[in-house]
């Protein structure tokens, strides 16, 4: 019993969203391979959208193939504060205020039945946006390791905000729009490349108020991890880790790049592979919004007439809900019928495998992280058309920073003959042969990381230490403590 005590134990929580889930899915299987006993944790309604997308899902538990391969990962699951029914996506603001008022309570009373687990848990890996990780670590005397899933660049503007308002870039009636060059870490940014909650006008939405929180209780972490590369974003990290360890491990794939054996998707996979191997090398246009954020039927109009104007193949992953789970008829009239056997239109699929096809050269993106880092694995440039949060932001990486991209729209409003123009640049010409040639090299960089002495397996190896130290440490002091005071109570 004694040995097992040793082995550490760390207790998983992704923030409650599909682009959070898949890397603390692929990090939970890293750590298991690392010889970490792993509790992951998902809140019902994620479970139960996951097991009606993908039903062939062995019982409650999308870790049972994992686990046939030696991997001690156990799963849990916890209710979020409102019914299975509840529609979290037309409903955001009471989705927030549930995560942000009731969630900690029913993960206190998870943790609180499972620490005592052989062996016992030592580690909590919570995603940063969570506002009670500092309590419940605290309480039950765990390793805090905050888990970024963003590039540093987003996380260090959250985590100086107190300087963004100091200056007037933020929550002042009339917001600066000069330059921001005072940001530890950041050479310059713009206003405009701020994320969509630091552009805002009305600072007290429930999402305010949780951003708020959330970057104060990361102050207390032992140790954040980010899914970035330290060449990528070196002097942020280095301006971070001066404050508190924070290492970059990204980018934080599934072995191999290939579909996950872990369950992780909301939605029914449509299979595009048959429809792709008939199309030319390199000469169909993938395009897909992600899995949370909305955009307007204007907006889709006008992407749509575009397509037909630009003559490209394609495939659009069209959520039901893209536009809002009331209105489910949004494309123009007859445009099925015009695109004939050059577009394919899905409501999801396994991304992973389609921008892996020889047959895409470019992707329309809503500049999800996780979009992002899978485009430049599989050398596939970008068309940039952020629509919330941190995205607005991973588009100054992608197309001011690293030259990998473009944007979608110059001006305010979406035309179809931008949109036209913008993917024919991308996808052949002397535009898109300079983004080849960059994302080539962007590539490199990630591939260089991922070695056995790259910088990100350098920085895992480093934070496991750091995180078996501090275990170490606390047990020491417990022991201690107990030795010394009969009333102590370790829970």
């Given amino acids: ?148 899933t963003e590039p540093a660049l987003v996380l260090t503007l959250y985590y100086h905000l107190g300087l963004l308002r100091k200056h007037g870039h933020f929550a002042s009636n009339d917001n600066r729009e000069d330059t921001i060059d005072y940001i530890p870490g950041v050479r310059a940014i713009e206003p405009r490349d701020l994320m969509s909650y630091l552009q805002a006008t009305d600072t007290l939405t429930v999402v305010h108020r949780i951003i708020y929180k959330a970057f104060e209780d990361v102050k207390k972490a032992d140790i954040i991890v980010c899914n970035t590369v330290q060449e990528l974003e070196s002097k942020t990290i280095s301006a971070l880790h001066q404050k508190q360890p924070t290492y970059a491990i990204g980018p934080i794939f599934p072995t191999g790049f290939t579909k996950s054996i872990v369950a992780t998707s909301m939605w029914s996979e449509s299979d595009c592979t048959q429809w792709l191997n008939t199309k030319s090398h390199g000469s169909v246009l993938y395009i897909s919004f992600g899995s949370y954020a909305h955009t307007s039927k204007h907006d889709i109009v006008e992407i749509a007439n575009g397509l037909l104007f630009s003559g490209v193949n394609f495939i659009w992953v069209l959520r039901p809900d893209i536009v809002s789970s009331d209105e489910t008829d949004f494309l123009p009239i007859g445009f099925e ?50 629509l919330l949060t941190d995205q607005f932001t991973n588009r100054k990486l992608v197309v001011d920073d690293w030259r990998i991209g473009l944007n979608l729209c110059d001006k305010k409003s979406i035309t179809r003959q931008e949109v036209a123009e913008k993917i024919n640049h991308l996808m052949k ?38 995180v078996k130290d501090t275990i170490q440490k606390r047990r020491g002091i417990a022991t201690w403590k107990l030795d010394n005071s009969s009333s102590f109570n370790l829970v």
Avoid at 112 to 125: A, H
């Fill in 1 to 148: 019993m004694e040995g097992s005590h040793q082995k550490p134990h760390a207790i998983m929580i992704p923030y409650p969203l599909q682009g959070h889930v898949i890397p603390f899915v692929h990090l939970a299987m890293k750590l298991a391979l690392k010889g970490f006993t792993i509790t992951f944790v998902n809140t019902q309604s994620i479970h139960h959208q996951i097991s009606k997308a993908q039903p062939h899902i062995t019982g409650e538990d999308i870790f049972a193939e994992a686990r046939k391969s030696g991997l001690d990962i156990r799963y849990e699951t916890v209710g979020d504060g409102l019914p299975l029914g509840f529609d979290r996506s037309l409903n955001h603001d009471q989705f927030m205020e549930c995560i942000l008022h009731v969630f900690s309570a029913h993960v206190d009373e998870l943790v609180g039945k499972t620490v005592l687990s052989d062996p016992p848990i030592t580690c909590l890996i919570a995603d940063t946006f969570y506002v009670w990780p500092s309590m419940i670590a605290k309480k039950y005397n765990l390793v805090n390791v905050s888990f970024w």
């Fill in 337 to 386: 019928d015009n695109i004939k056997d050059r577009g394919l239109i899905v409501p999801w699929c396994c991304q992973i495998m389609v921008i892996s096809h020889p047959a895409i050269g470019g992707f329309l993106t809503h500049c999800g992280w996780n979009s992002i880092l899978e485009s430049i694995w599989c050398n596939v440039p970008l068309i940039c058309f952020p």
């Fill in 429 to 466: 010409g002397k535009i898109s042969d300079e983004l080849r040639n960059e994302i080539k090299k962007v590539r490199k960089t990630l591939e260089n990381a991922m070695e056995t002495d790259g910088s990100s397996e350098r920085n895992f190896n480093q934070f496991i230490k750091d």
